[in-house]
């Protein structure tokens, strides 16, 4: 139990266009997601913290306009990179929040977005 | 959230123990002690996790000092695939407490 998924799992874009991430709860509900970066050799950064149906919390020095969050249920969160460039190449990775069952944080399998 | 420390790296022998450290000095009387791990290039894999008994599952034991201000995982036999980062996080319990990923110990167990 307690899986998440991520859709894609890889993609590669040009510089300028908008990319969405899928992030999903295969067998509970979460009502907290979590969206997490990661650059080569570096630890994860949390970008932002996800509610289903309201408004995503940013972490400090993350541009809310480009990284747009929406958690429209409880078992699905988005995050659109817009008009992405290539220091938005990285690996990012979404997680949910159990409630109930230890309150454990589970983790996607992640997505790595190249962009050219 | 209390910070951690762990060592950057250790190497281990494949099919011993691995004891891995972390000190975690300033945290509070209701937050937890949460191990990950991450293999390369995957997302963080949930390990164990407890606030101040020791704790046992299919994976790792965790030992929690007495007056919480370290702790130790335990992987009993460890396998080449056990090679990752572990990272330990301190954090409140609810499911809405985010975690804050320190640089965490590289693993490399070894034939």
């Known amino acids: 139990g307690a899986v998440v998924s991520q859709h894609p799992s890889w993609v590669i874009c040009k510089s300028g266009t908008s990319v969405k991430i899928e992030c999903r709860s295969l067998?509970?509900?979460?009502?907290?997601m979590f969206w997490y970066r990661q650059f080569p050799k570096q630890s994860l950064m949390l970008m932002a913290t996800?509610?289903?149906?309201?408004?995503?919390?940013?972490e400090q020095g993350v541009e809310k306009d480009k990284f747009l969050i929406n958690h429209a249920s409880l078992t699905l969160s988005t995050l659109t990179v817009t008009s992405a460039h290539p220091e938005d190449s990285s690996f990012y990775i979404c997680?949910?929040?159990?409630?109930?069952?230890?309150?454990?944080?589970?983790f996607g399998p992640g997505t790595r977005l190249t962009v050219l | 959230d209390a910070k951690t420390t762990q060592p950057p790296s250790m190497d281990c022998a494949e099919g011993r123990a691995a004891n891995l450290p972390c000190n975690h000095s300033t945290i509070s009387g209701n937050e937890y002690v949460y191990w990950y791990r991450q293999i390369h290039s995957q997302g963080p894999q949930y390990i164990i996790h407890g606030l101040k008994n020791n704790e046992t599952n299919e994976m790792a034991s965790l030992i929690i000092t007495e007056d919480r201000k370290s702790s130790t995982l335990i992987l009993p036999h460890a396998t080449l695939r056990d090679t990752a980062v572990y990272y330990c996080i301190v954090r409140g319990k609810a499911a809405g407490n985010k975690l804050t990923f320190g640089g965490g110990t590289r693993v490399l167990v070894k034939p």
């Open positions: 996800s509610n289903e149906g309201s408004k995503a919390t940013y």
């Open positions: 997680s949910a929040g159990v409630t109930g069952l230890s309150d454990t944080q589970y």
């Open positions: 067998d509970f509900q979460a009502t907290t």
